[in-house]
């Protein structure tokens, strides 16, 4: 392991005490660790930086340059390392956030004016895509994901689940009929998702049983808030999360159908996220501020 700096240190310490016992007594290591670390330097560098004599030390004309490029070399770390420190702690910068168009424009876009209020010093780099992003790769603070959550070194706070439900036009309800069962669906316009995690199936109740049926449609989109208005606009019948459909099921805009078949549908939702303990502050008043009012979000 590269440690440059540690031997930098402790150079610079024999030089300000003028002495290898006092420096390893300083340093809490032994003199002839002192010395040997000393040694690896000027070999390493190929230069002798300090001579050395029964009475006291002296710098070369190299060390005495290598004793004040560490020593600021050193102190410029200190500045970095306290920098990151205060701005860690700081209610201030900027929180990069993924969620999906849904959730984003019905749950979290509602919520961001209360947050400026309370937090006006933090930014929110808001991304709304319903594929799943690498947190690493893309530099997110935090995304809202819906579904089950793989197994990952990142950490999830759980913010609740919402029942999925099949849902129709009146209008394409009354030019296709209303399906009744499980088979009817089979001739119904069943729009869906073209993301690679999405299956060409719906999870529906048969028999007593949970079975995965096909379906098949003439529209295949890459986030829900697309498939919402294409069923709204009497395209076919959607599959979407409760919280989705809400607004428009209670305005008769849509309409459930085959709500016996599809009661345990859930989806569940989690905020999942980087950093534990050493989490950046502003992450974590984002989280703890926003976290509780999406749950009422999804409750209704």
Known sequence: MDNRTGEMQVFLRVVETGSFSEAARLLRLTPSTVSKLVSRVEARLGV??????????????????????????????????????????????????????????????PILPDFWRAYPNIAVDLSLSDEIVDLYLDRTDIAFRIGTLPDSGMLARRIGSSRRKIVAAPAYLERAGVPRTVED?????????????????????????????????????????????????GVGVARLGGYHARADLNAG????????????????????????????QRVRVFLDFVVPRLQGFLEG
């Open 185 to 233: 669906l089979a001739r119904h316009n069943c729009l869906g998702f073209n993301f690679r995690r999405a299956e060409p199936v719906w999870p529906l109740k048969e028999s007593g049983r949970i079975v995965d049926r096909a379906v098949n449609g003439s529209l295949l989109a890459n986030n829900g808030e697309t498939v919402r208005r294409m069923a709204l606009a």
């Open 48 to 109: 002798r930086l300090i001579e050395r004599s029964t009475r006291a030390l002296s710098l070369t004309a190299e060390g005495q340059l290598y004793y004040q490029r560490g020593q600021a070399l050193l102190q410029e770390l200190d500045r970095i390392e306290q920098e990151i420190t205060c701005g860690a702690v700081a209610t201030g910068g900027t929180v990069r956030v993924n969620v999906s168009v849904a959730i984003g424009v019905l749950g979290l876009e």
């Open 253 to 280: 805009r849509l309409v459930e159908v085959l709500a016996d078949v599809v009661e345990p549908d859930e989806e569940e939702m989690h905020a999942v996220f980087l950093g534990g303990q050493r989490m950046p």
